[in-house]
């Protein structure tokens, strides 16, 4: 197992999250964690996380909203140079859908061509599904009519969201952040959808800390010095 | 629709970056912020706009045509609309710095760095000949008597320490314009700022030997980014943000603001939101108080497209050209500011050049900016507006809790605004804004 030591290449990839609680997905995903009643942005605005792919290693760099969409004043800022966006709905609420196919639109507009959007429906763990057959539609007859005394809590069907997002050429996805399943599933997926070629050069801040882009552009400077790289995986700064 | 709060500590009025620094600062410390604008982006007069936007605010083209369709996409333009360059060591970076704001942004150096000197540009790193009175100003210690060279530091001018170093008529020329940055000979008589002078130069040394090739530094994507970084920063600890939303009453007890009502409108059609709330102070740019402000001076300032460097530049992607009011007849210097597609802020090929200097007569004011017109070349097109009055408050705000900007300047960087920054902090919370360790020890809203 010579090869299993040497370094894979890793490339950091900006990540912008949108729509229902979002954070709640990225907190699963990079603590394992999940709080009920979490607000709707977590105010950890900068999070990161490592992806292992067989290839290489993906290092996310998660930008939560900070609040600043809920009266319509997200920066432009926040869009750029993201090359991966998770926007969210929740299953149970049909005004999450139309929610984020505004997000969606909003990104096409505003963020760079080419980013990898994934259209996730949350709270799978209010219907009555069994976990983790999720990313493949539910038979029809399921979708349909949603009797409450089931237990079944789902108002979004799989089918409408997942035919919204084949037409716009999105990844989907039906998670729980409570129990987990299919979180680190829709990660993995977003970091094998990043194209190789976009990982190429510098992009976004993050960007600058590594050396190979140094090396390509020496009148960018770096202010902070050594001390981001010091920084540990997944703090909350 | 989410709830206004019924009470703030702070409502800040305008999006610049003061503002911004000030809303991310006092968000840092734990006070509840709303943070309102009128327009409907951030920025106010500090942002960045797209060349379509900057061609319909300056209104310069024939209704029916649309000129900005020949520069290529409108959203690869970003053209600011204050002309300022970051000193690399200066107090705004500083503050970038100890916020950490400094992740949301990404930096390049300012190529080159040139006064005009008679005919052409000359680089102001490595002018040798005042070898001797740089190598003093770095040792200078104002605590330390020693270090004066006889002079009093108390009572003398600049012109007396240039004298002590027997400097001539261009050096000191050079020294006080493109080091220390003054935009007249004011400076030179006035007893007992020699010591800020010296300061001044200090500065801009530290800048230079930082990264080397100019003082300076600038953002990629425009200076438009900076009050969003700041923005971005109150947000993360709890500030509120509303675009697009007018003031419609400021409410008063006695004296003193105590509240706002307002109306947010809403982009997608939806009924306007009107809503009131109190607040123990307000922060505001000048435009929001017409009346508690007065003008102090006039920017003139000219906005042009270029397709090639700055001749005499040695093809820099970027650079600062001051022209010394004492070439070319004046009293006030002209700056020329460029940035490139280098800084993300246009097109492949094309170069955006800021001409500015401070009015000094009351009609043709395009040709006071003549002379840095002619060191352009060729200008492929020309945004100048008419003269930009520069406000300041008639009060500190401590009788009416109404804590006032002031307008941004005529020098070429930031150095004064973060002076206004630590001002208005000062005299809104009664003691010094200390910079560094800003965020130690600070708890994040919702954060472990």
């Known amino acids: ?237 | 629709m989410d709830e206004i709060a019924p009470e703030y500590d702070v409502v800040v009025l305008g999006t610049g970056l003061t503002e911004c620094v000030l809303s991310g600062v006092l968000s840092v410390k734990g006070k509840k912020v709303l943070h309102i604008d009128r327009n409907d982006h951030y920025g106010g007069e500090a942002a960045s706009v797209n060349i379509e936007a900057l061609f319909k605010k300056y209104g310069n083209y024939n209704k029916g045509e649309e000129p900005w369709k020949k520069y290529g996409r409108v959203n690869d333009w970003n053209i600011d609309l204050v002309p300022k360059l970051l000193m690399s060591s200066g107090e705004l970076t500083n503050i970038l710095v100890s916020t950490d704001v400094t992740r949301y942004l990404e930096f390049k150096q300012v190529a080159g760095s040139y006064v005009q000197q008679g005919a052409g540009p000359k680089a102001t790193v490595a002018k040798r000949r005042m070898k001797v009175f740089i190598e003093w100003v770095g040792a200078f210690n104002l605590a330390d008597p020693a270090t004066h060279k006889g002079l009093d530091m108390n009572k003398c001018n600049m012109k007396d320490v240039y004298d002590k170093f027997g400097l001539e008529a261009g050096t000191r020329d050079f020294i006080g314009h493109a080091m220390a940055l003054y935009q007249t000979d004011n400076y030179l008589n006035e007893s007992g700022r020699a010591p800020e002078s010296i300061e001044r130069i200090r500065l801009y040394g530290n800048s230079v030997s930082r990264y080397g090739k100019s003082p300076y530094i600038y953002p990629l994507y425009g200076l438009g980014e900076l009050p969003q970084g700041f923005a971005r920063l109150s947000a993360i600890y709890g500030g509120t943000y509303m675009l697009n939303t007018n003031i419609d009453e400021i409410l008063y007890d006695g004296t003193k603001a105590v509240g706002i009502k307002a109306t947010m409108h809403d982009k997608t059609g939806d009924e306007p939101m009107k809503f009131t709330t109190k607040c123990k102070k307000i922060l505001a740019d000048p435009s929001y108080f017409p009346g508690k402000v007065q003008v102090t001076g006039q920017l003139l300032k000219a906005i042009c497209i270029l397709n090639h460097p700055l001749a005499g530049t040695d093809n820099c992607d970027s650079a600062q050209l001051i022209i010394p009011q004492s070439q070319v007849g004046r009293k006030h210097d002209i700056y020329i500011a460029v940035v490139s597609s280098a800084h993300s802020v246009c097109p492949k090929g094309y170069y955006i050049a800021i001409v500015s200097t401070i009015a000094e007569t009351t009609a043709n004011h395009h040709l006071e900016l003549a002379p840095g017109f002619e060191r352009l070349g060729r200008i492929e097109e020309k945004f100048m507006g008419p003269p930009i009055p520069l406000y300041e408050p008639l009060e500190s705000g401590i009788n009416d809790n109404i804590f006032i900007s002031k307008s941004y300047d005529a020098t070429s960087h930031f150095e004064t605004t973060t002076d206004d920054v630590k001002d208005i902090y000062r005299r809104a919370e009664g003691h010094d804004l200390v910079v560094e360790g800003l965020r130690e020890g600070t708890n994040l809203v919702g954060g472990e």
Not at chain 1, 167 to 194: C, D, M, R, W, Y
């Open chain 1, 1 to 237: 197992m010579a090869e299993a030591t040497a370094p894979k290449p890793s490339s950091s990839v900006k990540l912008v999250l949108l729509g229902e609680a979002a954070s709640s997905l990225v907190l699963r995903f990079v603590n394992n964690d999940f709080q009920e009643n979490k607000e709707p942005t977590i105010g950890a605005a900068f999070l990161t996380q490592k992806c292992n792919l067989p290839t290489r290693t993906i290092k996310f760099e998660i930008w939560d909203t900070a609040g600043q969409e809920r009266f319509a004043s997200l920066a432009p800022m926040y869009y750029r140079n993201a090359q991966s966006a998770l926007v969210v709905y929740d299953l149970t609420k049909p005004t999450s859908l139309i929610k984020a196919k505004h997000w969606v639109a909003e990104l096409q507009r505003q963020a760079s061509p080419g980013i990898v959007i994934a259209l996730v429906g949350n709270k799978l763990d209010l219907t009555n599904e069994t976990s983790g057959s999720s990313n493949a539609i539910g038979e029809d007859g399921d979708e349909a009519a949603e009797p409450e005394d089931d237990g079944d809590a789902r108002k979004v069907s799989t089918a409408e969201a997942k035919t919204y997002a084949e037409e716009e050429g999105l990844l989907f996805f039906e998670t729980s952040a409570k129990n987990g399943t299919n979180v680190t599933e829709v990660f993995t997926a977003i970091a094998n959808a990043i194209p190789e070629t976009s990982l190429k050069g510098a992009r976004g801040p993050g960007a600058t800390q590594s050396n190979a882009n140094r090396a390509e552009d020496q009148s960018r400077v770096n202010l902070t010095g050594p001390r981001d790289n010091a920084s540990k995986e997944g703090c909350a700064c």
